[in-house]
């Protein structure tokens, strides 16, 4: 009777452990770019085999299984040697050489016999806290995930999630990594915000890139994020990054291209990454919007230091334009503001230090000396600019105006 009560017991012990097994094995084949990117695809395949072979021969048939395996091929190489020497029992020489050799084989194994099930344990033990991990872990792996198909290569998916970017099984960048990409705050006290987001797969100099842009859209103001990633042998390495702080203005946008995928707003787009542009401005004159003093950065590629660099100086024709509504603005805001026909550059030195840049009995809107300043700082980088040299929008604040 008793042995009838233990081999129950036992049964519905196997059945239990079968069942735990089974569901484990389909986190493992359900999450296998997760499992990919966290232990490798090696001990991923390893693990994979070793829950297979326990499910369907159970634990005790695994060691045998495996022990037999390892057995065979150690005993491998003897055989060669029998047939390659042609051995006969009959020959003291050749006998005497694989009883040397057999002995070895023999030995072999059985120093390594003890470490089997120690191996296999290990193995199996890897592969539960794995699945721990995966569950205590989970919102940092992919939330909320949007694939689109990679059409550059036909073979891995973009995955854009809540919180970090995927190609195939190996992540790009996550929150952590790089915020503004994800999210934003509108302050230190706000629930974060979400961001749209563009991605871009592309090639460059036999490279393999992506992009994600991010962008802050409110109806009076937006900003924008970008980072740009180059593919090794297992991850990505940023070779580009600006963040919301990094641009400056009240209408920030970053022009790398977008389509429009099935699901807003997200973007996705696939084809050589040329040049882009980050526009934004340095601030505004007593006009308000219609004084907003506009800038541009441009990037374009290097393929010496395989990276994109600031090319405003490539532009000049561009900055030229630019120079014209700046020098208009220098030449009729005072007269616009108090029908005074002077310029800011010949008021600045002398009422610098006055509330107002060009007469103290005007209403409003008036211009600040500080706005008049940054006007003025504009003019110069933009000369400095068609000159040859290279300026961008976050250098124009620390340039000085005599």
Known sequence: MNNVFSSGRSNYRKKINSVIIAIVLIIFIFDRYYLDA?????????????????????????????????RSLLYLPLRIVKKSVGYRSSQSFAKDNVEKKNRKTVKAIATLQPYLKFIVIILFAIGLMTAFFYYLNRKDNCVNPYEVKDTSSRKEIVRI?????????????????????????????????????????FTKDGSDYVSIVSLIDYKSWNNSAIGIFRKGKESYSTIFKKTFKDNQGRWVNIDFGEDYSTRDPYFYLSYSGEGFTISGDIGYLGCYG???????????????????????????????KLLESYEEWDKTTCLDEANLSESISNLYSIRKNKEHICTDNVGGPYTTPGQAEMLLKGIKAIKMIIGGENVSNSQVDKIKID
């Open 38 to 70: 966290l232990i490798g695809p090696v001990l991923t395949n390893l693990l994979i085999i070793l829950l297979v072979l326990h499910l369907t021969l159970g634990i005790k048939k695994t060691f045998r299984k495996v022990g037999a395996s390892i």
């Open 161 to 201: 999630c809540d919180n970090a970017l995927y190609r195939g099984s190996i992540k790009i960048v996550n929150d952590k990594e790089f915020p503004d990409l994800f999210r934003f705050y509108l302050n230190k006290e706000s629930k974060p915000d979400k961001v749209r987001q563009s991605v871009r797969v």
């Open 290 to 320: 219609r004084c907003r003093m506009l800038w541009w950065d441009f990037y374009d590629w290097d393929s010496n230091k395989k990276t994109y660099v600031l090319s405003n100086n490539k532009h000049i024709d561009n900055f030229k």
